[in-house]
């Protein structure tokens, strides 16, 4: 007998009337649109953006819409769940009272089992206690025992360190030390927003992680110019179709609910319990072509003035997409590097622009600079070819002087995308 669920996260639902709302309805249309009857839905966590009794009666209401369709629910708190000016005691009976489901479960659904556990308290990593975790070892074992071929599902919020895109900044390290000898154990978690477009959503070495993205919003890791919250994160709202057969083949389906797109069976993983069949490894980086430029690519100064450079150029190629790109900027007077910065592609946009633009500031005046722009792909592999150019920045008075002329030409270039 076919299993089909699905699943979501970080919906952040919020006391006054948001955009929330619409998302989270949307996302559940769509799911009763793709998958007629659900068999489960699984929530990974921040239902809500505060844990407020408010903002639970406006998620059910929502909610009840479609549960006829949805299935055994599967609802865990996540970190914002805890919060609302209240004990985590609280909190967790607030949860219980107003969902009707218990903060943390272990159910058997057309025989197979699925397990969620619930943070226990309010800190960015998650907190689960030693009995908890003796709790999550006892019913992996009675799942395993039932039948040890057969997946078993595991909800909760935070990503385990140092698995899926998003939890090495976002992941919990208690977690591993229990699941590492459960291979069949297949665990959804949110937490971090990173987006499903990224092909390290999924990991596999002890068990297979998957990163279940979020209804709300979407954010990406540190130490780009560009910053965390993208421009349009709002746009972006991801979740998971997973499909078992009965001979416990597990098909993953990522859906982006905006663009109303599924890209069907993308992760396959045809033997849950042993790990000598997992695809999803930490050597995939190994066997990923470069990304590169086409001949035909190009780089143009936009403006410059005394201290500010503004850069458009042709995005390069991948298979997958290109994650990001990295910028050199050297000095020609003394020929040493003079900032070196990394700014995102627009991978997570539902139209990727040909052109992206970005500003270098902290130029000295009248000084001549190089500029060369390389490629990097997802898992971090660089382009070879890059692209380059040379500029000199004005003199302080000359730049005072064409202060109008600039600002008439710094408008954004049709079909590219500005990083300011």
């Known amino acids: 007998m076919e ?5 979501i996260s970080d919906i952040h639902v919020k006391a006054h009337n948001s955009k929330e709302d619409e998302k ?10 793709y998958q007629q009857n659900l068999d489960a839905l699984i929530i990974t966590g921040d239902i809500t953006n505060s844990g407020r009794e408010k903002e639970y009666k406006k998620f059910s ?9 949805l299935g055994e629910k599967i609802f865990l708190m996540g970190n914002h769940d805890c919060w ?7 909190a967790q009976k607030r949860f219980k009272d107003n969902l009707n489901e218990d903060i943390n479960s272990h159910k058997v659904i057309k025989g ?3 397990i969620s556990i619930s ?11 030693k009995k908890l975790l003796a709790w999550l070892k006892n019913e992996l074992e009675i799942a395993r025992n039932d039948d040890s071929k057969k997946p078993i599902f595991l909800g909760v919020h935070q990503h385990i360190e140092n698995t899926v895109y998003g939890s090495e900044a976002w992941g919990n390290k208690d977690l591993h030390e229990v699941l590492k000898d459960f291979p069949q154990v297949i665990n959804f978690s949110g937490h971090s927003h990173y987006p499903l477009n990224d092909e390290r959503s999924i990991h596999q070495k002890d068990f297979t992680s998957v990163g279940a993205g979020s209804t709300s919003y979407m954010e990406l890791e540190r130490g780009k110019v560009n910053g965390t919250i993208q421009p349009k994160a709002g746009r972006v709202s991801q979740g998971l179709i997973v499909k078992v057969s009965e001979d416990n083949v597990v098909k993953i389906s990522t859906i982006d609910f905006t663009k109303n797109q599924v890209n069907e069976d993308r992760w396959i993983i045809n033997e849950p319990s042993n790990k000598d069949n997992f695809l999803y490894i930490d050597n995939r980086r190994d066997l990923r072509k470069k990304p590169y430029f086409k001949k035909e690519s190009s780089v143009h100064i936009k403006y410059v003035t005394n201290n500010v450079a503004k850069i458009s150029f042709t995005q390069a190629i991948h298979e997958d997409f290109i994650h990001s790109y990295e910028i050199s900027v050297v000095n020609k007077n003394n020929n040493k590097e003079f900032k070196k910065m990394m700014i995102f592609s627009d991978f997570y946009m539902e139209y990727i622009k040909s052109r992206l633009s970005f500003k270098i500031k902290g130029l000295f005046p009248n000084t001549e600079y190089t500029v060369r722009i390389k490629a990097i792909e997802s898992f971090g592999n660089k382009s070879e070819n890059y692209l380059q150019t040379d500029f000199k920045t004005l003199s302080i008075a000359d730049s005072l002087m064409n202060f109008n002329k600039f600002l008439s030409i710094s408008r954004i270039e049709e079909n590219s995308i500005d990083f300011d």
Do not use: P
């Open 24 to 33: 989270l309805d949307l996302a559940l249309s769509r799911l009763k649109e």
């Open 3 to 7: 299993l089909n669920f699905a699943v």
């Open 61 to 69: 209401k929502i909610y009840n819409k479609y549960s006829e369709f």
């Open 112 to 114: 197979y089992h699925f």
């Open 84 to 90: 609302g000016g209240v004990s985590i005691k609280a």
């Open 119 to 129: 943070t226990e308290g309010k800190r960015l990593s998650g907190l689960f206690s």
